[in-house]
């Protein structure tokens, strides 16, 4: 039987849909769902521990790490030379993100180590879909990969069917703070898919640093605030932490209670599965009348105005 150590949460993820748990032998420090498999051995971990740092020390101390290490992350040698396994699941997409598929090569060499790499480089949409189908390739899970995939399109169908016609809001969607950041890759087509108009980012592009001032002026209709790795408190957190910045940037939006933190961690910035949620989360924010708004679990009403009164 395969044995498969998964060094990105997305990664994870896709097993776990492929219904692959029982070949998984570990994780990343990372990863977090499904929680059935969150017991196994972790094979990375960060440089710094990120407890308690606001979204400018935490890029701070990426940046530290970048420059003194080359990366963000370590991987355990001697374990994964214990486990010794036949796939490894990493990715060259972001070197902050996850462990970056060079790491792993050079553990391997270093320990005399061979396994098959499977990198999932996911940028767009479609992107994510066929590395669903890769990891069913590289597994033997090929028709589980395929009836994934057809599953997840049927439902991407589902939400265009519901706002095919609905006037599509004009949507600013923020990725990290301190700096500020405006997402790339597959978020901007999410927006798309989900009835928006995205502002800013530009899909199948890297997240792009921009200043506070690039962003005023814009004027959106709505306001999506999706910190990178951050569930609902901590996005919460943070754009409270940033208020008048936010308030300078879409005071429409939040003046017509059409301002959100999501939980992105979840639903946004990870090239699994879950990504069609987020979608499908997206879609219920800006249509309302035509999808069920989602759970405050998945997002919330940006600034709480219960806590206001």
Known sequence: MTRIVSLLA???EIVDELGLG??????SHEC???????DLPRVSRP???PEGLTSGEIDRAVRTAMLEHGSVYAIDGDLLERLDPDVILTQAVCEVCAVPTGGVERTLEERGLTADIVSLD???IDDILSSIVQ???????????RRSVASLRSRL??????????TRPRVLAIEWLDPPFTPGHWVPEMIERAGGLNLMGDAGQPSAQVEWEDLVGLDADALVIMPCGYGVDAARADADAHAPRLAELAPRAIADRRAWVVDASAYFNRSGPRFVTGVEILAGLLHPGRLSPPGPD???EWPDRREAR
């Open 10 to 12: 997305s990664g994870t």
């Open 22 to 27: 029982d070949r998984l032998v570990a994780i």
């Open 32 to 38: 977090d769902y499904p929680h059935a498999l969150l």
């Open 47 to 49: 440089r710094f521990d």
């Open 122 to 124: 996911a940028h767009t």
């Open 135 to 145: 990891v069913g390739e590289a597994t033997a899970a090929r028709e589980s990969a």
């Open 157 to 166: 169908e589902a939400v265009k069917t519901s706002v095919a016609g609905a």
């Open 298 to 300: 998945k997002a919330r």
